[in-house]
């Protein structure tokens, strides 16, 4: 009875490693195709298509690498990846702390619309931003581009139920001690939510650096194109080589996946902090 209950067991362990297996594979399909494309695979006219690339080659790579504008490209990224992120999580933990220690009338309704404009695509906003930076006579500029995608409803979210978990004999000790506000919130919940925010700091990075639609339409100037829109706009033509759009693909996949590695333990950590109830 009891060989047959663990020979039923390893029968049920091994079927479940065959299919997270499975589920890798296919998730890694796509990253394992984008890779074979940049270095000159055909898969698209080569009957059965080239899984492994039978002439591989780095034009995609030097194509894109020396083009005269890369490292503005690179600097427009950056800039923008890091302004925007900073710049929305310093508006977003004020505001989560707020919303979730410190009673105020219409907190609550405040914290729902919030939450409705996480249901709400950025995309319905740009024609109204548009208009509006227009009028502004900010449009092509580093304001436009920057200012408008600063405020994140997923942010305030995000850091405003990592607060909630915490338990209120926290915020009662440091009132004794003579704590304020915003002694509380930074110098002592602030440190216990840090791998919340570095989770954030990851999700906003690869959110930022790989954003296409907002620098197309709010600085669709060849000066401030950042590096997606200058891979893209730079090899995509009627005759696409799309080695070359490949390579770019894979370029800008690199830095949040090194990124990553570097901090998947604060990474692991936050997800699960984010998932306790208080």
């Given amino acids: 009875m009891m060989s047959e209950k663990r020979s039923r067991g390893k029968i049920i362990k091994w079927t479940i490693y065959v299919i997270l297996v499975i589920v ?8 394992w195709i984008i890779f074979i494309i940049a270095l000159g695979a055909d898969v698209y006219e080569r009957i059965p298509p080239e899984l492994v690339p039978l002439r591989p080659h780095l034009k995609g790579f030097e194509y894109i690498l020396t083009n005269p504008s890369f490292l503005r490209w690179i600097q427009n990224s950056l ?3 890091i302004v925007v992120t900073f710049g929305s999580l310093a508006i977003a933990i004020p505001a989560g702390y707020a919303l979730s220690r410190i009673k105020f009338p219409g907190r609550n309704f405040m914290f729902w619309f919030i939450v409705m404009g996480m249901m709400m695509p950025l995309v319905m906003l740009y024609v109204p931003l548009y208009i509006q930076l227009t009028r502004m006579k900010i449009i092509n500029t580093y304001i436009g581009l920057l200012i408008p995608v600063l405020p994140s409803a997923y942010n305030v979210f995000l850091i405003k139920q990592a607060f909630d978990a915490l338990p209120e004999e926290l915020q009662d000790a440091a009132a004794i001690d003579g704590a304020g506000p915003f002694t509380t919130a930074f110098k002592i919940f602030l440190p216990v939510i840090r791998p919340i925010v570095v989770t954030a700091i990851l999700f906003n990075v690869v959110w930022n650096w790989n954003n296409f639609a907002w620098p197309l339409f709010a600085a669709p100037q060849r000066e401030y194109w950042t590096l997606p829109l200058g891979i893209f706009l730079s090899t995509w033509s009627y005759t696409i ?22 901090a998947t333990s604060y990474f692991l950590r936050g997800i699960e902090l984010a ?3 208080r």
């Avoid at 890798?24 to 990253?31: A, C, G, K, Q």
Wanted: hydrophobic content about 65%; overall charge positive.
């Fill in 24 to 31: 890798i594979l296919i998730y890694l399909y796509p990253i």
């Fill in 79 to 81: 800039l923008f990846t």
């Fill in 241 to 262: 080589d799309f080695w070359k759009l490949a390579a770019g693909g894979v370029i800008l996949f690199l830095p949040p996946f090194i990124l990553y590695i570097v």
């Fill in 275 to 277: 998932g306790l109830k």
